[in-house]
């Protein structure tokens, strides 16, 4: 029989809120974080608005002489895994310490440390390039940090799979616990890339909504008049722990990790399978890893980004995935109002459905006049898929003991 999983801590950093409780209650009523970018001069750019954290204090994480050597992306991770270990009250001392792990996902890094540091090459020469470049941009230290940080020994790792990144990294960590190799994983995502490679790569490949007249309105996930996606940023870090090991320190349980699955389209570098076969596999492994049966769903956070290919697809996925019972599950997407966090969006979007499963109540959608609304769930099913053709499901199960 397979080890159990709980959630027992969750850390939310978003635009609409700088910790979870705070974002919790602001996608409960449907507030937007999307807003005209003020990160860069968006002069010339065909996309102006951003879901961008607002009010956020990197110096009350890291000392001042320590920013310089980390990307924001980083930060953002030891912000939100220090709430996450704050509210999952585990302390990592030296007898637990090489069964704790972190495993933290980005789907592109210090994006604005690699700006900083070209311009620096180009005005002053190789010379004038930090020798922090290399730590403070590539992506596996976020983990790294948040390790040193909490003296977390065990199992380090990162995932760089586009917009499946941090799925990815909750369901590998959930798999290390699954099987003993570990007992609790500090896992999620992360990604801070609103700057202007950032946004204006995006704006080429016509991926993002030009809607920049009305930024709340522009993220509009299975909206008809939906024009692109809202790229995002913050960060979304749980607490995994063996259920066993949570029960014995008397750790607060919020919700279940019960089933994950993965697939790959291979398909389109961007664009998704037409089919949405590689979708329904990634959801259908996912059910029987948890060995359960489709209607027993009762919620799906969705990847919903709002861009037209994904959402006619994934509403293609859903029904192949579920059948008649597709038309009876709620289904949300929460990048209405948080924007699209990229690599950090599964580590996000996991925390947001453990707490739907906490609280028994349903996130809505944003611009589809489709409030949040109490209702018994079960089971919830949080889906993300990337360039690449990566896919991933992660499915959360309410916590009865």
């Known amino acids: 029989m397979n080890r159990r999983v709980v959630v027992t801590g969750v850390g939310l950093l978003t635009a609409v809120g700088l910790d979870a409780p705070e974002s919790w209650r602001n ?18 750019f065909s996309a102006t608005i951003a879901a961008e954290v607002k009010g956020f204090d990197p110096l009350q994480f890291i ?17 939100a895994a220090q709430e996450a270990m704050k509210q999952s009250q585990l302390r990592i001392t030296p007898d637990i310490a ?17 700006e900083r540091e070209h311009t620096a090459l180009l005005q002053g020469g190789p010379r004038r390039i930090s020798p922090f470049f ?11 940090h948040v390790s040193i940080r909490h003296g977390a020994k065990g199992p380090n790792s990162a995932t760089c799979t586009a917009c499946s990144s941090s799925a990815h990294a909750v369901g590998d960590s959930f798999k290390l616990i ?50 692109g996606f809202v790229i995002g940023e913050g960060a979304g870090i749980l607490i995994l722990e063996g259920l ?11 919700a279940e990790v019960v089933g994950y699955g993965m697939s790959g389209d291979a398909f389109h ?23 359960i049966l489709p209607e027993q769903v009762s919620y799906i956070n969705a990847h919903g980004t709002s861009t037209p290919y994904n959402d006619r697809l994934e509403t ?51 611009n589809l006049d489709n409030p949040a609304r109490q209702a018994e769930v079960e089971y919830a099913l949080s889906n993300s898929f990337g360039f690449g053709g990566t896919n991933a499901a992660l499915l959360l199960k309410r916590y009865a003991g």
């Open 63 to 79: 000392e001042k002489k320590e920013l310089k050597k980390m990307g924001m992306f980083i930060v953002f991770a030891l912000a």
């Open 316 to 366: 293609m996925a859903i029904k192949k995935t579920f059948g008649d019972h597709a038309y009876k599950i709620p289904v949300s997407s929460t990048k209405s109002m948080t924007g699209h966090l990229l690599g950090g969006a599964g580590g996000l979007e996991a925390g947001i459905t453990a707490l739907a499963l906490r609280d028994q109540i349903v996130p809505p959608t944003m």
């Open 134 to 144: 290399i730590p403070a941009s590539i992506v596996n230290l976020a983990s790294g």
């Open 269 to 291: 570098i961007t664009a998704p399978d037409e089919t949405a076969e590689g979708a329904v596999r990634a959801m259908r492994a996912t059910l029987a890893d948890a060995e």
């Open 178 to 227: 699954q099987r003993c190799a570990a007992d609790a994983m500090i896992c999620g995502g992360t990604e801070a890339a609103i700057t202007p490679m950032g946004v204006g790569g995006f704006a080429a490949m016509r991926a993002l909504s030009t809607r920049n007249d009305a930024p709340e309105k522009a993220s509009r996930p299975f909206d008809k008049e939906r024009d």
């Open 244 to 254: 066993d090991f949570a029960v014995k320190r008397g750790a607060p349980i919020l």
């Open 27 to 44: 996608l409960l009523a449907g507030k937007s974080g999307v807003a005209p970018i003020t990160h860069f001069d968006t002069t010339g």
């Open 98 to 114: 090489e069964r704790v792990g972190v495993y933290i996902g980005s789907g592109i890094g210090g994006f604005d440390v690699i």
